[in-house]
C-alpha cells in the first residue's frame, strides 16, 4: 500500500515551554515494548530505528533501520522522519518534520510514546507512569487492569443497592483480515479511532475498556437489559456508520456485541464476563454485525 505524503507535514511552532526544552525534554513509552520507560533527550541529536546503532530501537518489522531523529536545538525540539517505510506519525498525523510541544503522541511502528518537556518532567513521568496502570496505551481508553477492578465494584454496589447493571462485551469482526490485508499500523488505527467514537457516545458514568486485542467491554451501571440492548444496537450502527480511513484507504468494520444483565445470583466478575462473551459467541455464529443478550 503506497503511502501519501503530500499534505502530511505538519510544523507546529510554539514558544511555550521552548526555553526549558534543552534543560528537561525525554519520552515515555506508553505503548509497545519497555512499557514505561523514559528516554532522555539531552543529547542534540537522537536516532530512533531498528538498527541496533540507534539511540531508541525499536526491533520491530514496520520500523526502518534509520527511522527517525530527534534534534534539541536548545530552543526547541524537532522530530524528523527520515524516508521511512511505514512513516512517523504525531497525534495520528503523517509527518515529514514537527515541532514537538509537551504531551505530543509520537507513534513510530506499533511503538507509542509521549513526549515531556518543561521544569516538570520528573513528576509529569511520574504522573504518566500512574497512568500507565489504568489506561491502554494504544486506545487511551481504560485497561483490563481497571476493568476487572470497577466490575468488582459495581457488582458489588449494584447488589447492595438493589439497582441494575449490565455488561457489554464487543470485538470486531474479522479483525485478522485488516491485520492481514491493511497492515497491523492500519489495524492499530482502527483499534484507536474505534474506541474514540465509542467513547464520545456513551453516558459519562459508563466505563470503556479495552479487554484484550480487539476486545472491548462497556460497564453500564444502573442500566437494565433493555436499555443495555438498546445501547448495543446504537454502538454497533455507529461503528457500520463510522469511515475507518488510514493512508487513503478505506477500511470496511463492523462489530458484534454479547450483553448480559447481573443477576441476584451473580457475584464474580468473572461469571458476569463469561455471560456476556457467550453472548457475544452467539452474535458471532449467527451472522456477526449484531448485538445479542
Known sequence: ??????????????????????????????????????????????????????????????VSRNHAKIMNTGKSVILRDLGSTNGTYVNDELIDEYVLRDGDLIKIGRTIFKFLTGGNVENAYHEEIYRLTTIDGLTQIFNKRYFMEMLEREISRAHRYRRALCLIIFDID???????????????????????????????????????????????????????????DKIRKLVEGTRFRFEETDIPVTISLGIAACGDDLQDPSEFIKAADEKLYEAKQTGRNRACG
Request: charged share 25%; glycine share 8%.
Open 1 to 62: 500500500m503506497n503511502r501519501v505524503r503530500n499534505e502530511t507535514v505538519v510544523t507546529v511552532i510554539s514558544t511555550v515551554g521552548q526555553s526549558t526544552a534543552a534543560k528537561e525534554a525525554c519520552l515515555v513509552v506508553l505503548y509497545g515494548d519497555d512499557l514505561g520507560k523514559k528516554h532522555n533527550l539531552d543529547a542534540p541529536s537522537v536516532l530512533i530505528g531498528r538498527s541496533n546503532k540507534s539511540d531508541i530501537q525499536i526491533d520491530q518489522e514496520s
Open 174 to 232: 474479522h479483525f485478522k483480515v485488516v491485520n492481514d490485508t491493511y497492515g497491523h499500523l492500519a489495524g492499530d488505527h482502527v483499534l484507536r479511532h474505534l474506541a474514540g467514537a465509542v467513547k464520545n457516545n456513551i453516558r459519562r458514568e459508563d466505563m470503556l475498556a479495552r479487554y484484550g486485542g480487539e476486545e472491548f467491554a462497556i460497564i453500564l451501571p444502573e442500566v437494565d437489559i433493555t436499555g443495555a440492548r438498546h445501547i448495543a
